[in-house]
């Protein structure tokens, strides 16, 4: 967990951004000790709400969750590979150390997610809002981002020159292009 705070505040460069990162982050240490976790509570929970989630716990392989409500949902250890979440509204929602394989998230409203320590392999970004998303030790492997908007996104900046090199288009719901949003030069 010290090991989380530690690469959060050096992944947050700006001094109001190390300010918000620090309180961030003891919100992750907090919500870690009170055993923050998918199974049985969540699951509990979103069975209560309808929530997709709590048919088949962790995993959700293959799944038409197009235009789903899932809004602050927690992916632990998920198996999200070939899940569509074409146009789901994802805001606020958790993806740690979950498996990303053919996975869309095409249109989908990702603002305030986090993604840590994920691996993403041919997944399919495009025309997604990922305002204020944190991606912390997030791999991006063949993804496609044409037209997602990566404003005030938390990244490395060996991210923002692997995704620069293949940023364009322009997101029809905030109507930034995605080169501005990642800040990328030229």
Do not use: H
Request: proline fraction near 1%; charged fraction near 15%.
């Amino acid at each position: 967990m010290f090991r989380l705070l530690s690469n959060l505040l050096v992944v947050c460069c700006d001094r109001w951004r190390q300010q918000l990162c620090a309180v961030i982050a003891i919100g992750i240490i907090v919500v870690g000790c009170l055993g923050w976790s998918f199974p049985a509570q969540a699951a509990a929970s979103a069975a209560a709400s309808g929530n997709p989630l709590a048919e088949e716990g962790k995993t959700l392989a293959g799944r038409n969750l197009t235009g789903a409500q899932l809004e602050q949902a927690e992916f632990a250890n998920a198996d999200l590979n070939n899940t569509n979440f074409s146009q789901a509204n994802l805001v606020g929602a958790v993806f740690s150390t979950s498996t990303f394989t053919g996975t869309v998230f095409r249109g989908a409203d990702l603002t305030q997610s986090i993604f840590d320590q994920v691996r993403l392999y041919n997944v399919d970004f495009q025309d997604a809002n990922l305002t204020d998303a944190m991606l912390l030790r997030t791999e991006f492997n063949d993804v496609t981002i044409t037209g997602a908007d990566f404003t005030g996104a938390i990244l490395t900046a060996l991210q923002v020159k692997q995704l620069c090199a293949i940023a364009n288009g322009t997101n029809s719901q905030t109507g930034v292009t995605t080169r501005e949003s990642l800040g990328c030069r030229g």
